[in-house]
Every structure is written in structure tokens, then in C-alpha cells.
DNA sequence: TCTTTTTGTTTGACATGCCAATCAAATGTC
DNA sequence: GACATTTGATTGGCATGTCAAACAAAAAGA
């Protein structure tokens, strides 16, 4: 019913998730460690909205600061941009390598979700790309495949997401 | 680089998508109209918020009203909305049957990332589950294996998305 | 040491998107 | 016709997240 509204209930904003990611990056550099302005090169925004976003990230725990303003991530805070990052890649291998999403797309849509994925689909999905990489002849076969339906489909560059539902219908009915 | 910016860059937000599908919600049982009542109504906001949202909407051609109020999707916000709902049934219906991710957890998911879904990606998708559908032996072969090696896998229950990226240079390795 | 640059913070501004409260107009009811 | 309810719009408030501009303090260079 509301389902919808859960969007804004998410623990990490994309911004903040980014605030959090662009630590990491910088902090691989310097031993964990990140300055203020470090964090807003990263990201391509001025140091004065860093200061403020960095005071709400304090605040609830994920970063921690020293009397010198050095920022570094928390426990909690580490855990929550392994996570993130983790999603992100594995969004991203099953665009490129499954769906065959050409790469540049690939890394925007996987950039945009990477914070909105839960735990149980990412784990899930996780599975999945392991075991299509597990070695198994049918995985192989089966990625091989539907490179070739998908370049066969005379949909293929005209479709546009199934106007109308068709093909949800289609794959209720099939029930798989 | 600054690809992490591109979120706010959506042509539709989130609210705004919402907005649009409680329009054609209601809608359904009205002929296509909708009066900012039942939309406040179907989204759980007050009048007030809608009244002020439909303006943005307006403006940017995604509905029309008429002289006594009411509101109607125009062709342009049609096809936004039948893009997202399509694109939320499609990954729904992959997380579900493939995922095999529980349905509150799908549909939650799906919500959140309905309208962040590029095209492109959108369309691989569906051709996707068209594939696994199309009766195939292999694809079911495929997805009843893949439910076996989930249910069997010891870290199915424990494991955290891969901390430290694990399973993503795992990936890059197997190059697929 | 003196000057310049870099750095972190604060301020006022804007945009989005929600709320509660208020208001006028339209609609219903007696 | 008179009163009550529903409806759409407006206002002021709050929260997030961005900017530009101004500021003091620290760091770097002469």
C-alpha cells in the first residue's frame, strides 16, 4: 500500500553513501585517513557542504573525526561502503556479463540502486553470479545461449519494456 | 568519475513517479481522470502536497487538468508510467522466480529502483526473463540448478555480500 | 618573520518534498 | 435558502542537500 514511501526510510541516502565511499577511496591512500577537502574533490562538491553533510554522518556513527579534523570511517561506517561497493560490483558484473549492458550504462544504473538493494537480493544475487561462474557447462551454455536469442530477438531494438504489461502477464501465466 | 551525480539528473524522481501511478491508478476506474483527492488519497500525502506537486508536473508536460480541476496523465506521462511499472514488474518478476528473493522483499526492492532503471538495461532485462520463460529445457534446467546449488551453498545463510570485494575480483578472474 | 595559500566552518540562498493549518469555492443536504 | 462537508490552493514550517561568499586558523613559501 504504501510500499513507496519506504524510499525515504532508507538508513543511507545516496549522498551519503558517496560521502561514505569517497572516505574509503581517499583513506586507501593515507591509512584510513581523509580531509574534508579530499572528500569534496572526490566528489565534486565545495568543502562548506562536505563540513555540513560530514556533521550528520558524525552524529549517527558512521564516520569518526580527530582533534586534528581528520576524518576516518567507523567500524560500522567501513562495513556499510563494503556493502554498498559489494552491490554495486555485483549490479554491475550481472548488467555487463548477463544482460550484456554495455559497460558505460552498466556503471550508471549499478550506481543509481547500489544503495537501495537489500541485504537478502544482493546476497541472492550474489549466489547467482556464483554460480554462473561456478564452472558448471550448463551456466556456460546457458550465457551462451541467450547471447544468441537476445541477438536473434526482433525485439531486440525496438522493445520498449513491454508497453501495457504484456510480458509481465506473459511470465505470470508462465509461473515459471 | 562524477557518474555518482547523474542520481539526481533523473528526468523522473521517485515522488514523481509515485505521482504519476497513482494517476493511472485511479484513473482505471475513472476514464483516465483523477481529482487531487484520490490521488492524495491513493499516496497517503495530503491534498496540499499534491496540489503543489501536480504544478512541477504540469509544467513538464506529464499531465494535463481540465478547466473544473481534474487531472489526467498526458501521452508523454502515459508512457513514463507504463515504462516504470514495466520495468518494476519485470525486476519484481526476476527477483522473485529467479532470485528467488521472498515477495515482501521483491516488492520493496523493486519500488525502490523502478524508476532508476535505464532503458537499455530495462530491455536486456526483459529479453532476460523471455529467455528463461521461452520454455526452453535449458533455461529450466538452469533455474532448477541454480535453486539446488542456493539451497545448498553453505553461506546462504551467513554471508554478508562478499566484505572486501571478494567475490568481485572472483568474477573479473573468471571473466565470464 | 611576513605573506600567501590551503583548509574547515559558517552564513544566506535556492530547490525539492513533506506536513499542518487555514481559506475560499464548489458540492451536498435538509 | 441556509448550513455543513468536500475539495483544491495557499501559507509557513521542517528536513535534506546543494551553492557561493566570507571568515579565522593553520600550513607553506619567501
Known amino acids: 500500500m504504501q510500499t513507496w514511501k519506504e524510499f525515504e526510510a532508507n538508513e543511507l541516502t545516496h549522498s551519503a553513501a558517496h560521502h ?78 548477463v544482460l550484456n549492458v554495455p559497460e558505460p550504462q552498466a556503471e550508471i544504473d549499478s550506481c543509481k540502486i547500489e544503495h537501495l538493494i537489500s541485504q537478502p537480493t544482493g546476497e541472492q544475487l550474489v549466489h547467482f553470479m556464483r554460480f554462473l561462474v561456478s564452472g558448471d557447462p550448463l551456466a556456460k551454455q546457458v550465457l551462451a545461449l541467450f547471447k ?9 531494438k525496438t522493445c520498449e519494456v513491454c508497453q501495457g504489461h504484456c510480458l509481465i502477464e506473459e511470465l505470470q501465466r508462465a509461473a515459471l
Open 20 to 97: 561514505l565511499i569517497a572516505i574509503y577511496e581517499v583513506g586507501l591512500e593515507y591509512g584510513g585517513w581523509a580531509r574534508v577537502s579530499d572528500i569534496a574533490r572526490e566528489l565534486g562538491i565545495t568543502r562548506g557542504s562536505v563540513s555540513i553533510n560530514l556533521r550528520a554522518l558524525k552524529k549517527r556513527g558512521w564516520v569518526d573525526t580527530d582533534e586534528h579534523h581528520m576524518v576516518k570511517l567507523s567500524p560500522k561506517g567501513l562495513k556499510a561502503v563494503q556493502s554498498v561497493l559489494a552491490k554495486k560490483a555485483v549490479v554491475k558484473a550481472f548488467l555487463t556479463n
Open 148 to 156: 544468441d536469442f537476445h541477438d536473434q530477438c526482433p525485439e531486440s
